[in-house]
Each structure stands twice: as structure tokens, then as C-alpha cells.
Antibody, heavy 118, light 110 residues
Framework: EVQLVESGGGLVQPGGSLRLSCAAS????????INWVRQAPGKGLEWVSY????????YYADSVKGRFTISRDNAKNSLYLQMNSLRAEDTAVYYC???????????WGQGTLVTVSS | QSVLTQPPSASGTPGQRVIISCSGS????????VNWYQQLPGTAPKVLIY???QRPSGVPDRFSGSKSGTSASLAISGLQSEDEADYYC???????????FGGGTKLTVL
């Protein structure tokens, strides 16, 4: 069974940093590209970042470019999101999601909540 | 302001057919596949339609998708109470080099 489990969320002050992890199981992690998608409380979905299977292609949303860094360790079946210079507007549930067929997010984790507040 | 435009709400009675629209541009819907996601209250999103009109196994055939030009739509026929959820369209945007989502449509079954 395909599983994606996010961790690392929590409360952080504005300007602080946090590292999210996404542990994958039930499939060959190194074959798949992965996205981070977030959802602010009571709001819609917002795409955050994309990383290809071999990490050679990476994209970021303009709202996080220069502050967030996506990475993966295929040997550990893990995806990461390093978030620096956090702002109140980064408060959201962060989901990792597997991509199939170049565009479909076919499996999602349960999400981890990041709260940026003083 | 989302790149893809959806109505914020839709409603119908059990058994009715409801259509949710998604409007984009030539750089997203006009040149890439559209996916639809269903998010039940308190849960992660789930893919409902991929590649414009394909249903993953397990998704009832009451759900169908279509695309024409720079717009797409999701149709739900034989509406059921368990269809009450938020629905999002999504596509890759070649100009932004990123994935874009619609703002979401909250479906209420009356």
C-alpha cells in the first residue's frame, strides 16, 4: 500500500526555520517525482514545490522561492522541505503528494501543520 | 486570487446532476491536462479525474470530466450526500513553471 507520512510541523516564530519530512513506503520512491502542496486554514490548495525523481529538476512557487528548499534522499525513501524566513502567511497544512503520468497527484499524505506566530 | 477560476459554491438535491466549471488560460488548461481533486471534510485531497476525463479505479462513473479550449468542467450525476466536499481543478502552467489550482468549489447536497 502506498503511504506518504509527513512530519516536522509545529509552532515557529516569524523569521524562524523548520524542516518538514515526508516518509514514503509501499512503492519504489526513486521512480517518482513528488510535490509539496499546502493549505492555509479554511483556504484552498496552493502548490509549493516540485522535485523530479533524480532531483535534477526542481520548481518553486513564487511565494516561497528563495526561502524554501526541496530535497530528497532516495536511499532513505524520504522527501524534505527546508523552510527559512517563515512568515505568518506560511501557516498551513503541508502535504506531500506523489506524481504519476507527469501531472496527476495520485497519493497524498495526511499533512503536517505549520503555524507561524509570535 | 487563483490562476484557475472556479465558482466558490455549488449545490443540488440528491439524484440531481451538478456541473462545476474551471476556467484558465492558454498557458495552463489550454496546453496541459486537467485534474480534479475531491477533499472531504478533515481529510487530504484525493484524485477524482485525471488527464481531463479519466477516472481512477474506485471512483464511481457518476463523476466525469471534460475539457474544451481553456476551460474544464466536472460533472456529478446522481448526487449523493457523501459527495458533499470541496472540489479543486488543477493543471500545470507553462508560463509560471508551476502547478496551479482553482480556488475550490464547496458542494452542498441539500
Amino acid at each position: 500500500e502506498v503511504q506518504l507520512v509527513e512530519s516536522g510541523g509545529g509552532l515557529v516564530q516569524p523569521g524562524g526555520s523548520l524542516r518538514l519530512s515526508c516518509a514514503a513506503s509501499g512503492f519504489t520512491f526513486s521512480y517518482y517525482s513528488i510535490n509539496w502542496v499546502r493549505q492555509a486554514p479554511g483556504k484552498g490548495l496552493e502548490w509549493v514545490s516540485y522535485i523530479s525523481s533524480s532531483s535534477n529538476i526542481i520548481y518553486y512557487a513564487d511565494s516561497v522561492k528563495g526561502r524554501f528548499t526541496i530535497s530528497r534522499d532516495n536511499a532513505k525513501n524520504s522527501l524534505y522541505l527546508q523552510m527559512n524566513s517563515l512568515r505568518a502567511e506560511d501557516t498551513a497544512v503541508y502535504y506531500c503528494a506523489r506524481i504519476v503520468g507527469a501531472s496527476t497527484l495520485d497519493h497524498w499524505g495526511q499533512g503536517t501543520l505549520v503555524t507561524v506566530s509570535s | 486570487q487563483s490562476v484557475l477560476t472556479q465558482p466558490p459554491s455549488a449545490s443540488g438535491t440528491p439524484g440531481q446532476r451538478v456541473i462545476i466549471s474551471c476556467s484558465g488560460s492558454s498557458s495552463n488548461i489550454g496546453s496541459n491536462n486537467v485534474n480534479w481533486y475531491q477533499q472531504l471534510p478533515g481529510t487530504a485531497p484525493k484524485v477524482l479525474i485525471y488527464r481531463n476525463n479519466q477516472r481512477p479505479s474506485g471512483v464511481p462513473d457518476r463523476f466525469s470530466g471534460s475539457k474544451s479550449g481553456t476551460s474544464a468542467s466536472l460533472a456529478i450525476s446522481g448526487l449523493q450526500s457523501e459527495d458533499e466536499a470541496d472540489y479543486y481543478c488543477a493543471a500545470w502552467d507553462d508560463s509560471l513553471n508551476g502547478r496551479v489550482f482553482g480556488g475550490g468549489t464547496k458542494l452542498t447536497v441539500l
